[in-house]
């Protein structure tokens, strides 16, 4: 597991709100599973390896699958 201390984190401006626009692109990670296939970020969101997202709210987005041409 990879943590880093959220105390000490740093953005350019504050930790981007969890329902903005730019959520899970410009949080930083807190929490780092990747044998589990999802990370923590600063603000609250938990992101998922196949591009969704959970919300602190739990408000959830599922990533359009993606066809695979044969």
């Not at 807190?30 to 196949?50: I, K, R």
């Amino acid at each position: 597991m990879h943590t880093t201390d959220t105390s000490t984190h740093r953005h350019q401006a504050t930790c981007p709100s969890a329902d903005g626009p730019t959520s899970p692109v410009a949080a930083c990670t807190v929490a780092a599973h990747p044998e589990q296939g999802w990370s923590l970020l600063c603000n609250g969101v938990v992101l998922f390896d196949d591009g969704g997202y959970l919300l602190p709210a739990t408000t959830s987005t599922v990533q359009a699958a993606q066809s695979v041409a044969a």
